[in-house]
């Protein structure tokens, strides 16, 4: 394969997910504060403060590895799209999109809808500049249609 001419960025969203931690993590000490004071000798709000974490942890985890492993690839008649963790390696021809959507325009990051012609829909999650990628997409659309 050749080399891509564009590779889907998450950084914008790594950045904001590293401003937000202090805030959710004050946010967990206070609740785990409030537990124990109006719950000062019950041991089950332990296990719920204990689950609680475990559950937050998990969810960032999940975050960041997704950001940092789910690759999609542009190329000029198809994108690559790769998250091993979930063993996808799936190739989408150009001619295959019928739509793209993109969640929240004039952000610095946000969702990408495609909208394939065989019915299927594929998500890609917190896109930096995902109005310019939605715009790449349909310039090689328009390429592609153009050379068939």
């Given at each position: 394969?050749?080399?891509?001419?564009?590779?889907?960025?998450?950084?914008?969203?790594?950045?904001?997910f590293f401003?937000?931690?202090p805030?959710?993590?004050?946010?967990?000490?206070?609740?785990?504060?409030?537990?124990?004071?109006?719950?000062?000798?019950?041991?089950?709000?332990?296990?719920?403060?204990?689950?609680?974490?475990?559950?937050?942890?998990?969810m960032?985890?999940?975050?960041?590895?997704?950001?940092?492993?789910?690759?999609?690839?542009v190329?000029?008649?198809?994108?690559?799209?790769?998250y091993?963790?979930?063993?996808?390696?799936?190739?989408?021809?150009?001619?295959?999109?019928?739509?793209?959507?993109?969640?929240?325009p004039?952000a610095?990051?946000?969702?990408?809808?495609?909208k394939?012609?065989?019915?299927?829909k594929?998500?890609?999650?917190?896109?930096d500049?995902?109005?310019?990628?939605?715009?790449?997409i349909?310039?090689?659309?328009?390429?592609?249609?153009?050379?068939?």
């Open positions: 394969m050749t080399k891509p001419i564009y590779i889907i960025s998450r950084q914008g969203h790594i950045d904001h401003r937000v931690i805030i959710i993590f004050v946010i967990y000490c206070a609740q785990c504060f409030l537990f124990k004071v109006l719950f000062p000798s019950d041991i089950s709000i332990q296990i719920w403060i204990f689950t609680l974490g475990a559950m937050l942890l998990t960032m985890g999940i975050f960041l590895n997704y950001d940092l492993h789910h690759k999609v690839e190329f000029e008649n198809q994108l690559s799209v790769k091993p963790l979930l063993f996808i390696n799936k190739v989408i021809n150009i001619h295959e999109i019928e739509d793209i959507i993109v969640a929240q004039g610095p990051f946000s969702n990408l809808l495609l394939l012609n065989n019915g299927k594929m998500t890609f999650y917190f896109v500049e995902a109005e310019n990628v939605a715009k790449l349909i310039g090689k659309q328009i390429n592609y249609s153009q050379a068939a």
